[in-house]
């Protein structure tokens, strides 16, 4: 099981950015697709964002394109999601996972197939 740890979350204005790492404890890094989710108070787990630490492929949830950017620094095992532009309903307690799983042509794995998870980071944006 790899063990993840998240950083970076925060109080923002609308309008503002925050970049979130996510530090994996793995030797076989690249093996992994990780992910973004994020969960809101009475709101389900949504994933945000994926990346293939091997290739690079990314997914983005529509409501982040254009906005959020998911990026692998495999030499420090660390994923991270660059938010720009940040709106008050991106306020959520934020949560990377990885899974062995890979994508399936351009979709990021489901919800279902991550097993490891962090313990999350509280993003707050203020309007």
């Known amino acids: 099981e790899v063990q993840l740890v998240e950083s970076g979350g925060g109080l923002v204005q609308a309008g503002g950015s925050l970049r979130l790492s996510c530090a994996a404890s793995t030797f076989s890094f690249g093996d992994y697709t990780i992910a973004w989710f994020r969960q809101a108070p009475g709101k389900e787990r949504e994933r945000v964002s994926c990346?293939?630490?091997?290739?690079?492929?990314?997914y983005y949830a529509d409501y982040v394109k254009g906005r959020f950017t998911i990026s692998s620094d495999n030499a420090k095992n660390t994923v991270y999601l660059q938010m720009n532009s940040l709106k008050p309903e991106d306020t959520a307690v934020y949560y990377c996972a990885a899974t062995r799983w890979g994508f399936y042509g351009s979709t990021c794995p489901a919800k279902f197939y991550f097993g490891s998870w962090g313990q999350g980071t509280q993003v707050t944006v203020s309007s």
């Open positions: 990346i293939t630490s091997g290739d690079g492929i990314t």
